[in-house]
């Protein structure tokens, strides 16, 4: 149960009594509320009161007469609207001509409620702006996440794209002013490092797009009878290029088929992403050994490596969005920081689970297990 601070400014004795009468052991509650809304009344009873209280405490929700002794409610509600006061405000009145209506409206009044009223209908006044403050609340959390993620978004591909653009053009000046010769052969490192670079901003790019799809809701999934060992065989042929500069050994373990039906995208997205890990945190002359089979219940996917390994603080960030692990050992390997975030999302689509295993220096090991119920 959650408690909401409600501030009852009225100099009508009367009127205060009967509302913690009626409110004393009253809740809000509704379906999209993760807990009921209890309240804890505070009283003032002058416009000047009610400006001290909001100046020293938090209020939720204001119930504010506009005939009071010295300031008037409307006033007291213009120093709310002025103050940038986080509260909902209703005003209670015997009397409320256009002009209050709408200066009350322009400062954020959220409704009157008039005098006299019964317990019913300030009970169904109060449970009707708690559900108006609750959403507005949700909706600002929403807007104020969603710009976080828009800045780191732009951050990271702003940083991460920014380094290899500048490798790649710095390679090109050096070749197009033939500062080593006009002999091909000795620019081949500088052209091998240029399409390092470049495979390293297409994933990134193709990271982002997968992220915004998934995050955005507006991820079209096409769902077909899919060989699971076929996907995971390209995944494989995808990576085995950086296995070989890094002599790594690559140990598939495959039924002949395992078809479900499914998207095969999310499946390649989820491989990718566990064999892509695998390799780049390995050491050099290192294996990764990768398994697909079923059992009663759950489509089974494990990947582990023989790589730097992670601490239980490192394992515990894994899965944050634009979070990267970064230490001595990782420092010069590029990424968006996404990847893992990614494939929890498609897990999570999938209505599977991820299970991590890893010590430093000893390796890790992921296992993906998505029901089978799920892929019918």
């Known amino acids: 149960m959650e408690t909401l601070n409600l501030l009852i400014v009225d100099d009508e004795p009367g009127i205060r009594t009967g509302i913690h009468r009626s409110l004393r052991d009253y809740s809000v509650s509704f379906p999209f509320f993760d807990d009921d809304f209890n309240f804890f009344i505070t009283d003032a009873e002058s416009g000047e009161e009610a400006i001290s209280i909001l100046d020293s405490k ?35 009145t015997s009397y409320a001509s256009i002009d209050l209506a709408l200066r009350a409206t322009n400062n954020g009044a959220y409704n009157f409620i008039p005098k006299p009223f019964t317990s019913q209908d300030l009970k169904s006044a109060v449970e ?9 609340r949700m909706t600002r959390k929403m807007k104020e996440a969603a710009k976080q993620v828009r800045f780191k ?39 091998d490092r240029s399409l390092t670079r470049l495979d390293s901003m297409r994933g990134l790019i193709m990271d982002m797009l997968d992220f915004t799809r998934i995050e955005s809701g507006k991820k079209n999934r096409i769902i077909t009878e899919v060989d699971i060992v076929e996907v995971a065989k390209l995944a494989v042929d995808s990576i085995y290029p950086v ?3 890094k002599n790594i050994k690559i140990i598939s373990k495959f039924p002949e088929q395992l078809k479900v039906k ?13 064999l892509s890990n695998a ?14 089979s079923s059992d009663e219940t759950n489509l089974n996917m494990e990947v582990e490596d023989t790589g730097i390994g992670m601490s239980d ?30 494939m929890k999302k498609v897990v999570d689509l999938n209505h599977g689970s991820i299970e991590v295993r890893s010590q430093p220096d000893a390796g ?13």
């Open 58 to 92: 938090k209020i939720d929700i204001v119930l504010l007469d506009n005939k009071l002794p010295g300031i008037e409610g409307i006033e007291v509600l213009e120093y709310i609207n002025r103050n940038s006061i986080d509260c909902a405000v209703m005003m209670i």
């Open 128 to 136: 009707s702006i708690t559900k108006q403050l609750f959403l507005k």
């Open 153 to 191: 978004f732009l951050s990271v591909l702003s940083h991460e794209l920014k380094s290899p653009i500048n490798a790649v053009e710095g390679y090109l000046r050096i070749m197009k002013d033939r500062q080593a010769g006009d002999d091909i052969a000795a620019y081949e490192k500088m052209i």
């Open 243 to 245: 296995a070989i500069q």
């Open 262 to 274: 499914a998207d095969s995208g999310e499946f390649e997205i989820i491989l990718n992403n566990l």
């Open 279 to 292: 390799v780049k945190y390995n050491r050099e002359s290192g294996k990764v050994k990768i398994t697909i």
């Open 313 to 342: 603080i490192e394992q515990s960030m894994l899965f944050k969005e634009f979070t990267r692990i970064k230490t001595d050992k990782t420092k010069n390997l590029s990424g968006s920081g996404l990847g893992l975030s990614i």
């Open 364 to 376: 890790s090991k992921f296992l993906v297990k998505i029901p089978l119920d799920s892929l019918k």
